[in-house]
């Protein structure tokens, strides 16, 4: 199964710079603008507590657009949701073994997941958005650079 297409912002990758610029410029019209990123009326109070505490945790990373609006709720009603059933669980462990609670529990988690990854929600995920946050002027050591300091540091 191939790998999701990830932002230029968050690649790890090699590109060159040229094409890099080019993605960034792209990426950032077809984001649009993130000024309209409030939480829909639909969703209750506790799902309108989950969506601001992601957007507010992801608004450092600079990734999300107002199109970013209907994953970020969907993500929030699925959170609230595993969180009812893990709730409704531990005050009737019997429940556990009924197939439908299975059955909501299991498509929960997989809508849950799957939101994650379009939201960079994973903990790899977020190791890669860390990586891209480092100043571009920074170079990256390698084992020969290292070597070389040792040498020197002899000499």
Excluded at 20 to 43: C, F, M, S, T
Excluded at 111 to 139: D, H, M, T, W
Aim: proline content about 3%; aromatic content about 6%; glycine content about 4%.
């Amino acid at each position: 199964m191939a790998r999701p297409a990830k932002s230029a912002r968050v690649k790890t990758g090699t590109i060159k710079k040229e094409d890099e610029a080019q993605r960034l410029e792209i990426e950032d019209k077809l984001r649009g603008k993130n000024d309209k990123l409030v939480p829909p009326l639909y969703l209750t109070e506790s799902q309108m507590e989950i969506f601001n505490y992601i957007m507010g945790e992801l608004q450092e990373a600079d990734i999300l657009g107002n199109l970013d609006l209907f994953i970020l709720a969907q993500t929030a009603i699925a959170v609230d949701r595993i969180q009812e059933l893990d709730r409704k669980a531990n005050d009737d462990k019997d429940i556990l073994f009924e197939n439908a609670f299975r059955q909501a529990r299991s498509e929960a988690s997989k809508e849950y997941f799957r939101c994650c990854n379009e939201l960079c929600l994973s903990p790899q995920s977020r190791a890669k958005l860390s990586i891209a946050k480092v100043k571009p002027g920074e170079k990256k050591k390698t084992i020969m650079d290292l070597i070389n300091e040792d040498e020197d540091d002899e000499g």
